[in-house]
T-cell receptor, first 114, second 115 residues
Framework: AQSVAQPEDQVNVAEGNPLTVKCTYS??????LFWYVQYPNRGLQFLLK??????LVKGSYGFEAEFNKSQTSFHLKKPSALVSDSALYFC????????????FGKGTRLHILP | KAGVTQTPRYLIKTRGQQVTLSCSPI?????VSWYQQTPGQGLQFLFE???????NKGNFPGRFSGRQFSNSRSEMNVSTLELGDSALYLC??????????????FGDGTRLSIL
């Protein structure tokens, strides 16, 4: 069965430091991978996606993610964290032509400490 | 371009009642998906509609139903409400639906509280 895991419920990072939010997936086939961010009392906002091609994907607000097929991971990264990056982050996966549902991870709460 | 609009933003109901939530997608988007978000279960897929047809559904009881109109607006209905139905209900639209590489655009949700 398809699944996506975000192993950390919460990540704390000091402002200005690099941040990483982890995501691993378990699917058969070639997945489409997405990252979304959710601010309080708001819906999810799309950050970036990996479909095919270059393993390093750049997205909104200075975020990027690296697709690693051998480790089945798609970690979200940013070189220098801002306090305004504090939010809930969701990884999502879909396998084309199989089931066609998008599966979301449980989310990781990112706290950027001033 | 207007985003995804969900109404109402907040709703309070009592057990046994029914509720209808509305979602207006981004203009031109034909796919509308619904999700339930709770602190314990995270984000769970309810169903997806594309061109007025339900294309996919999650593992929710039949009390949860939906429909999509010809203008792509969608409604979700929950009957015989239970305390466990208290959640944030999110609607997302996309151009081509979940079987594409297009991202989903989410509304700000309807927060449903059951007393």
């Amino acid at each position: 069965a398809q699944s996506v895991a975000q192993p950390e419920d919460q990540v704390n990072v000091a402002e200005g430091n690099p941040l990483t939010v982890k995501c691993t997936y378990s699917v058969s086939g070639n997945p489409y991978l997405f990252w979304y961010v959710q601010y309080p009392n708001r819906g999810l906002q799309f950050l970036l996606k990996y479909i095919t091609g270059d393993n390093l994907v750049k997205g909104s607000y200075g975020f990027e993610a690296e697709f690693n097929k051998s480790q089945t991971s798609f970690h979200l990264k940013k070189p220098s964290a801002l306090v305004s990056d504090s939010a809930l982050y969701f990884c999502a996966v879909r396998v084309p032509n199989r089931d066609d549902k998008i599966i979301f991870g449980k989310g990781t709460r990112l706290h950027i400490l001033p | 371009k207007a985003g995804v609009t969900q109404t109402p933003r907040y709703l309070i109901k009592t057990r046994g009642q029914q509720v209808t939530l509305s979602c207006s997608p981004i203009s031109g988007h034909r796919s509308v998906s619904w999700y339930q978000q709770t602190p314990g279960q995270g984000l769970q897929f309810l169903f997806e509609y594309f061109s007025e047809t339900q294309r996919n559904k999650g593992n929710f009881p039949g009390r949860f139903s939906g429909r999509q109109f010809s203008n792509s607006r969608s409604e979700m209905n929950v009957s015989t409400l239970e305390l466990g139905d208290s959640a944030l209900y999110l609607c997302a639209s996309s151009l081509a639906g979940q079987n594409s590489n297009q991202p989903q655009h989410f509304g700000d949700g309807t927060r449903l509280s059951i007393l």
